[in-house]
T-cell receptor, first 112, second 116 residues
Framework: SQQGEEDPQALSIQEGENATMNCSYKTSINNLQWYRQNSGRGLVHLILIRSNEREKHSGRLRVTLDTSKKSSSLLITASRAADTASYFCAPRGQGGSEKLVFGKGTKLTVNP | NAGVMQNPRHLVRRRGQEARLRCSPMKGHSHVYWYRQLPEEGLKFMVYLQKENIIDESGMPKERFSAEFPKEGPSILRIQQVVRGDSAAYFC??????????????FGAGTRLSVL
């Protein structure tokens, strides 16, 4: 089954700095999604990038996808304290179940 | 349009009791997923249901756990004879029909189960 592995496991930065987190996976994908989880809350979908796309933007978020390296990165620019959360990637295969398979995530702390 | 509603938010049970967790999907969503999260871990898939059907239960423990999504009413995750190891946050997500691998799942706020 598809599972992404996020790296680093934890990241601490100052407000205003950029945060980059990475995701690696093992098999071919149809798309890859990023989700955010604030402490004690459910996950919130951030962005979906299809396998034929290389880069996608949404507000302060920029996601890249390199299918040859089987990796994706999520960049948050001009970070804010409210961005403090755990971030998870979910690679989606071509077929099979619609379930999401998550790694342990990257825990981002943005210090004011 | 209300989001995915889960209740209760917190549930305390003694060992051996039953736990019932409820999930009402977003309006128009016919696909429901249940996930479990242990502290400092990612979410682990448990079961995927459509109305009146279990589509994928590959993540469900073989015993004591069951799930349903009836034609009317919320989806229910039922844990019989709870043990301390069942203590976790249980999240429900829903998605609309027809999106296939491009579906986006919308999550509820979760139910935190504590087994004493």
């Amino acid at each position: 089954s598809q599972q992404g592995e996020e790296d680093p496991q934890a990241l601490s930065i100052q407000e205003g700095e950029n945060a980059t987190m990475n995701c690696s996976y093992k098999t071919s994908i149809n798309n890859l999604q990023w989700y955010r989880q604030n402490s004690g809350r459910g996950l919130v979908h951030l962005i979906l990038i299809r396998s034929n796309e290389r880069e996608k933007h949404s507000g302060r978020l920029r996601v890249t996808l390199d299918t040859s390296k089987k990796s994706s990165s999520l960049l948050i620019t001009a970070s804010r304290a409210a961005d403090t959360a755990s971030y998870f990637c979910a690679p989606r295969g071509q077929g099979g179940s619609e379930k999401l398979v998550f790694g342990k995530g990257t825990k981002l702390t943005v210090n004011p | 349009n209300a989001g995915v509603m889960q209740n209760p938010r917190h549930l305390v049970r003694r060992r051996g009791q039953e736990a019932r967790l409820r999930c009402s999907p977003m309006k128009g969503h016919s696909h429901v997923y249940w996930y479990r999260q242990l502290p400092e871990e990612g979410l682990k898939f448990m079961v995927y249901l459509q109305k009146e059907n279990i589509i994928d239960e590959s993540g469900m423990p073989k015993e004591r756990f069951s799930a349903e999504f009836p034609k009317e009413g919320p989806s229910i995750l039922r844990i019989q004879q709870v043990v301390r190891g069942d203590s976790a946050a249980y999240f429900c997500a829903s998605s609309p029909p027809g999106a296939g691998p491009n579906n986006i799942q919308y999550f509820g706020a979760g139910t935190r189960l504590s087994v004493l």
